[in-house]
């Protein structure tokens, strides 16, 4: 599978890396100087033969045809240059848009349904912030990216590499949730250029939970036992206090890599002390008002630097929405 993710996405970049704008001008570049050359080389023997040949009337008569024919000449090769700056730019965009972005992100179909959120009392190493434990109804089936947004992803949109721990398969982190936004913004604009609406975004705090224990009431996916957890995510003790490639550790089992540990990931709702008064149709908790200091987001999942508790599928962290962590990506929803 990491074999398979890999080539994905370097077929991906390679796709990237022709430029049709620079092949397209330098062939309309040659094709004009060509013409040029051939048409001053037979504009020069057909002045001299004219000249040996006739008389001054008909030099004139000669000379004009040569301005017509060379201001024609010349309207042509200006008309194609156009047409192939013009073709070729509209080809780049098209090729800036869902081939060369979200072609390199695998997503995964997650059902809708029920799932109880929070941790129970004998949890271990739960949080009081985790209750009270209540059902939630996933009213719609969406796409969840299998992966985090890799570096080579983030770059692809938003132009730059903000990450601490530098590698193109590493997952993004060190941006905020604001910038992630942005993202969004940009993704969504490339992807909507055919006048085909598509929606991508952060997942709620439910839709997340949800997906990540596919299905289980254990602490963990593959259930309680911690000592389990290196199979499935880098975390304090097997991370070497860094990122790793996406996708090296086991899924969970809907397919989701990384789900645990490697980077955390910011999620759409604002943080709240408990759940009561949560949403119970999975839809994003957020103030309806703004608030006088900046926002807190919820961040789930851990990371490279957290222990296993932090790990859990019920485990609540937050940040405020401007603050950039080299623990903390995130994850990519696409609205069926």
């Given at each position: 599978?990491?074999?398979?993710?890999?080539?994905?996405?370097?077929?991906?970049?390679?796709?990237?890396?022709?430029?049709?704008?620079?092949?397209?001008?330098?062939?309309?570049?040659?094709?004009?100087?060509?013409?040029?050359?051939?048409?001053?080389?037979?504009?020069?023997?057909?002045?001299?033969?004219?000249?040996?040949?006739?008389?001054?009337?008909?030099?004139?008569?000669?000379?004009?045809?040569?301005?017509?024919?060379?201001?024609s000449s010349n309207n042509s090769s200006n008309n194609s240059l156009n047409n192939s700056l013009n073709n070729s730019s509209n080809n780049s965009i098209k090729?800036?848009?869902?081939?060369?972005?979200?072609?390199?992100?695998?997503?995964?179909?997650?059902?809708?349904?029920?799932?109880?959120?929070?941790?129970?009392?004998?949890?271990?190493?739960?949080?009081?912030?985790?209750?009270?434990?209540?059902?939630?109804?996933?009213?719609?089936?969406?796409?969840?990216?299998?992966?985090?947004?890799?570096?080579?992803?983030?770059?692809?949109?938003?132009?730059?590499?903000?990450?601490?721990?530098?590698?193109?398969?590493?997952?993004?982190?060190?941006?905020?949730?604001?910038?992630?936004?942005?993202?969004?913004?940009?993704?969504?604009?490339?992807?909507?250029?055919?006048?085909?609406?598509?929606?991508?975004?952060?997942?709620?705090?439910?839709?997340?939970?949800?997906?990540?224990?596919?299905?289980?009431?254990?602490?963990?996916f593959f259930g309680d036992d911690e000592s389990k957890l290196s199979e499935y995510a880098w975390f304090?003790?097997?991370?070497?206090?860094?990122?790793?490639?996406?996708?090296?550790?086991?899924?969970?089992?809907?397919?989701?890599?990384?789900?645990?540990?490697?980077?955390?990931?910011?999620?759409?709702?604002?943080?709240?002390?408990?759940?009561?008064?949560?949403?119970?149709?999975?839809?994003?908790?957020?103030?309806?008002?703004?608030?006088?200091?900046?926002?807190?987001?919820?961040?789930?999942?851990?990371?490279?630097?957290?222990?296993?508790?932090?790990?859990?599928?019920?485990?609540?962290?937050?940040?405020?929405?401007?603050?950039?962590?080299?623990?903390?990506?995130?994850?990519?929803?696409?609205?069926?």
């Amino acid at each position: 599978m990491n074999n398979a993710v890999r080539n994905s996405m370097s077929d991906s970049i390679n796709n990237q890396a022709n430029d049709p704008i620079s092949s397209s001008l330098n062939n309309s570049s040659n094709n004009s100087l060509n013409n040029s050359l051939n048409n001053s080389s037979n504009n020069s023997s057909n002045n001299s033969l004219n000249n040996s040949l006739n008389n001054s009337s008909n030099n004139s008569s000669n000379n004009s045809l040569n301005n017509s024919l060379n201001n024609s000449s010349n309207n042509s090769s200006n008309n194609s240059l156009n047409n192939s700056l013009n073709n070729s730019s509209n080809n780049s965009i098209k090729t800036l848009s869902g081939s060369s972005i979200i072609n390199s992100m695998e997503f995964i179909l997650i059902s809708a349904g029920e799932f109880n959120m929070g941790s129970p009392m004998r949890e271990k190493r739960r949080k009081l912030w985790e209750s009270p434990v209540h059902k939630v109804t996933i009213e719609k089936p969406f796409y969840l990216s299998r992966y985090p947004v890799t570096q080579e992803q983030w770059q692809k949109v938003m132009g730059n590499n903000p990450a601490y721990f530098k590698g193109e398969k590493h997952p993004v982190e060190n941006v905020s949730w604001n910038e992630v936004q942005v993202f969004f913004r940009k993704l969504n604009a490339l992807e909507n250029v055919d006048g085909i609406s598509r929606i991508y975004r952060l997942p709620t705090e439910a839709e997340w939970e949800y997906a990540a224990r596919a299905g289980t009431e254990t602490a963990y996916f593959f259930g309680d036992d911690e000592s389990k957890l290196s199979e499935y995510a880098w975390f304090l003790e097997n991370s070497g206090f860094a990122t790793h490639p996406v996708g090296l550790k086991k899924p969970n089992p809907w397919g989701l890599y990384d789900i645990y540990g490697n980077a955390g990931e910011w999620v759409q709702d604002e943080y709240h002390i408990s759940y009561k008064g949560a949403p119970e149709n999975g839809r994003a908790w957020e103030n309806a008002l703004p608030g006088v200091s900046t926002p807190v987001r919820v961040r789930r999942g851990g990371g490279w630097n957290g222990n296993a508790g932090c790990c859990r599928s019920a485990e609540r962290l937050f940040a405020a929405q401007d603050k950039r962590l080299n623990s903390l990506g995130f994850r990519v929803v696409k609205d069926i």
